[in-house]
């Protein structure tokens, strides 16, 4: 059974870092996968904030964390990370990864696309 298990949130002031972290039990990493970072906010749809092809290293981001959020993975260690700079209170919500075969396609923008999810790591942004 494919596992993806995120750690690193947490509560920080506006502009304050967080690293968050997402491993992927190891028999199940694939490089080609695409996995990606999804958040959401009490009350609000899930969005897609950025993805990266496993094989490829190929990387997209959300406009809104464009320059602040870097996303990366380790092969090694089959960990997928977001590194968060700069954070600001409309950061705030819960963080979940997800993973599917890479189709060519990102669907950042239709989270059911995804048939495998972390168990969520929450991040709380204070003004």
């Known amino acids: 059974q494919v596992q993806l298990v995120e750690s690193g949130g947490g509560s920080v002031q506006a502009g304050g870092s967080l690293n968050l972290s997402c491993t992927v039990s190891r028999n199940a990493y694939s490089r080609g996968n695409v996995m990606a970072w999804f958040r959401q906010a009490p009350e609000k749809e899930r969005e897609g904030v950025a993805a990266?092809?496993?094989?490829?290293?190929?990387?997209i981001y959300t406009d809104s964390v464009k320059g602040r959020f870097t996303i990366s993975r380790d092969h090694t260690k089959t960990t997928m990370y977001l590194q968060m700079n700069d954070l600001r209170p409309e950061d705030t919500g819960m963080y979940y990864c997800a993973a599917r075969r890479w189709d060519g396609h990102w669907h950042l923008s239709r989270p059911n696309e995804y048939n495998t999810w972390g168990q969520g790591t929450q991040v709380t942004v204070s003004s």
């Open positions: 990266i092809t496993i094989g490829g290293g190929v990387i």
